[in-house]
Every structure is written in C-alpha cells, then in structure tokens.
C-alpha cells in the first residue's frame, strides 16, 4: 500500500495525511496535480559571483581529463563543482572535492592508453564526420572541438542551445544522462566551454528514443492529455512483465555486441529503442498544467516544473532509499530545466516527452520499486534553519559528489517556490540522500 502523502497544490505535490494508495490496484489520487502555470524562475540561479568558480572549471574540464573513465563511467568533476558552489561552499571547500574526487576516482588524461586515438588539439569535424559520429563513443576531442566553433557561429550558449540541443534532445538519456546534466549543469553558471563539453558528449553517446513518427497515436499533441496521474500509470507499468522480459532479453544481446557499457545503460538503451511502449505509457499521463496554461513558453517551463516534481517524487518515495539511478533521474530533470526556457516551444514540448519517457524506462530499468517511502515532517514545519543543517552536513563531508547534487537540486527546488510548494517530499528526498549509502 502506497501512503499517497501529496495532494493537489500550484504546480506541485504536496503532503496529504491518512490516505492510501494500492499500487497494485493501479488506483489514482489527486496529487500530482496543479491548477495553474505560474513559473518560479529555476533559471534565476546566478552565474558565478566571480572569477575563481570559471578558473576551476577551466583548470578540471575535458582539456585535463576525458569526458569518461574506465571505459564508460562518466567524469563528474564538473557537476560536483557547480552543486557545491551552489550550495554555498567556497573556492577552499571547491578545492577540497576536487583532490578528495582525483584522490579517489580514477579520472584519465586524454593521452591514456584508453584514448589513443583522441588529442585535445584534433581537428573539429567536418560537417559529414559530426553526422557519421552520432552515437559511435569515439573521437570525442573532435566532436567537442566543432561545438566549439558553433559555439563561435551561434555567438552565444543560448542560442547554440537552442539551435543544436533540440538535434540530441531524443537522445538525452544516453550515458544515464549525463550529456544532459552536463551541459545543464555548465550553463546553470553561464559557463560556455562547459556547454560545449555537454552537447559534444550527448553526441557522442547519443541513443535516441526509437518510436513510429507516422503513428497518429504518437503524435505529440496528445502529450499531457491523459486521464491517469502518474502513480496509476507506474502500478501499470509495474504489471507489465512482457516489457520487464523484453528489457532483459534485449540487455543480455547488447552485452554481447561490440558497445560496452554498464548493465543499467545496457537496459535503459534496450527500453528505449521500444518507444512506442514507452510513448503509450507516457500519453496516459494527465500533466494538469496543460489543462491551465495558455501561454506557450509559460506552458513549456511549468511543464519542466512538473516533470522535475515528479522525478524527486519517484526517488524520494522509493522503497529502495537513495537509488543512484533514480538519484539521476532527479538531476537530469533539473538539468534540463535550465535549458529548456531557451528552446523554441515544439522543441521544449519534443525533449519534455522524451524525457517523461527516459524517465519510465529508468523506473522499469529498476525493478519498479515500490512508492511506500512517505515524509514524516509536516510541509509547513520546513524552515531555512532545516536546510542549512542538511547542507552543513553534506559539505562536511568529502563523499560522492552525487548527494551534493541531489541536496543541492532539492533546496534549489525549494528556494525557488519560496519554500512552499512540496517542501516536505523536497526535504524528505534531501534527508534520505544525506543519510543513506547510494544504491547501486
């Protein structure tokens, strides 16, 4: 039995006490829900104050270590970076994560052995190498160098996000995300080289959704219009043992072709080349501010403002506490809230259905675990006081840089609803972060 601990609120969930929720049963409640389109202004986070965070940035990035390590784990140094910046740690406290994450990582210069065939100084690609490069993990020197130069063309981050990012947006769950929160996480502090590192890294990872664009039933306009909230569609989800067995089936496949990587990725690129299911889920999804919003572009942010409560929501309710991949789905939500005010409305409207569909596939690429973890703390009781003494404890400590995102993106969450709207499951999501191992 699930503790349905949301109810309907602006944009939001938020805690409501004494009803239950069968997953089993697929019932439905009325969280989930908000009643109007009114933006709290994610993209409000200021650039850095000055010039050290940008040093630091360019001292770590891709020009001293590659994008990845030890064939496939993704290089987070960056991320770790801007999360403790954001929560408030200073240039000493931002050094001290970057010798604790070289000291116990295993970050590789370009010239490894690994990458024998990358130079930082390569050519960038030509416009038929960029296209022949799509999703083939090599060259990424080459690919980051012609960001670059579009970087140059488009004459600003903004307007090469919003020219370029929507030609990767399908692929954004590639490397669990992280070309997406890359980049998200380089223009949250208007740091353009690491814009550049982001998009060249959703490139060269690229595994798009796979699904029938001639099919009526896909079409986009019925995104958002569906009758069920979003827990009923995860009970479905849940039951849906002919997925699960395609999933696993086609991961053990994968492991055996010539890409290697890790058994999550291996799943989640095995569900998404099965978008049609994913997308036939997705458009049963009721995503109420569609219903109240007329604007466009008020529309496509309150879109991402929703989409981001719910990927906090599926972690912080998990049964299996401080789940890395549903950890990640978190800061990809966050990730790509920042970029999406920048896109043309289609465009917004065109990643958000892709990623309520990674969204989906990771729940699944997961085990479905069940939504029984509910908030004991009272919404109206989340004061500053409580925040800071979660983000204390978390910049004492030298840990994965992951709980410094997951406490960061949930305060950030919270400060910019002015501390209303969900504050107990944002809370509660920072909570279990804090105080539980991560669950691999």
């Known amino acids: 039995m699930l503790a349905a601990c949301l109810r309907r609120v602006s944009r939001s969930i938020r805690i409501l006490r004494g009803q239950t929720l069968s997953l089993k049963s697929g019932g439905s409640v009325d969280s989930w829900r908000s009643r109007d389109c009114r933006q709290f202004n994610m993209s409000s986070v200021s650039p850095p104050g000055g010039s050290w965070l940008r040093d630091i940035l360019e001292d770590q990035s891709t020009q001293t270590y ?30 001290r994560f970057v010798e604790h994450y070289k000291n116990h990582g295993k970050l590789e210069p370009p010239n490894h052995p690994r990458h024998s065939d990358e130079s930082t100084d390569a050519e960038p690609a030509t416009d038929d190498e960029l296209h022949k490069l799509l999703g083939q993990r090599k060259l990424y020197y080459k690919i980051r160098n012609r960001f670059r130069v579009i970087l140059k063309e488009h004459g600003s981050a903004e ?39 982001g998009l060249a890294y959703l490139h060269h990872s690229c595994k798009p959704l796979i699904f029938d664009e001639k099919n009526p039933d896909n079409d986009i306009s019925h995104f958002g219009k569906g009758a069920c ?82 990927a906090i929501a599926v972690f912080a309710l998990s049964e299996i506490k401080n789940d890395f991949f549903l950890l990640h789905g ?29 969204l989906l596939a ?24 409580d925040w800071q003494e979660i983000i204390d404890k978390a910049l004492a400590r030298d840990t994965d840089e992951h709980i410094y995102k997951l406490v960061q993106v949930c305060h950030d969450t919270w ?18 972060c804090i105080d539980h191992d991560l669950h691999f």
């Open 66 to 95: 590659y994008i990845e390590y030890d064939r496939f784990f993704s290089n987070h140094l960056t991320h770790g970076i801007i999360a403790i910046e954001k929560l408030g740690g200073d240039k000493d406290r931002v050094n």
């Open 159 to 197: 307007e090469m996000l919003r020219e370029e990012f929507p030609k990767l947006s399908r692929g954004l769950v590639c490397s669990a995300a992280h070309g997406l929160i890359h980049t998200g996480y380089g223009y949250s502090v208007r740091c353009s080289s690491t814009v550049t590192e």
């Open 229 to 310: 909230d979003i827990l009923t569609v995860l009970a479905e989800l849940k039951k849906d043992e002919n997925l699960r067995k395609y999933m696993e089936d086609e991961a053990v496949k994968l492991r055996q072709s010539d890409w290697y990587s890790g058994g999550f990725q291996y799943r989640v690129a095995a569900l998404v080349g099965k978008g049609d299911d994913l997308m036939k889920y997705a458009y049963k999804i009721k995503v109420p501010v569609i219903q109240s919003c007329q604007d466009e572009d008020g529309l496509a942010v309150a879109l991402a403002n929703w989409l981001l409560d719910q």
């Open 330 to 358: 978190v800061t990809a939500a966050w990730s790509l809230r920042q970029i999406i005010p920048l896109l043309k409305h289609p465009d917004a409207v065109d990643a958000l259905r892709t990623f309520t569909c990674a």
């Open 362 to 385: 990771v729940y699944v690429s997961q085990g479905c675990p069940d939504l029984t973890n509910k908030p004991e703390i009272p919404q109206t009781d989340v004061t500053a006081s």
């Open 415 to 432: 400060r910019e609803k002015n501390g209303s709207d969900g504050a107990a499951l944002y809370i509660h999501a920072a909570q279990m």
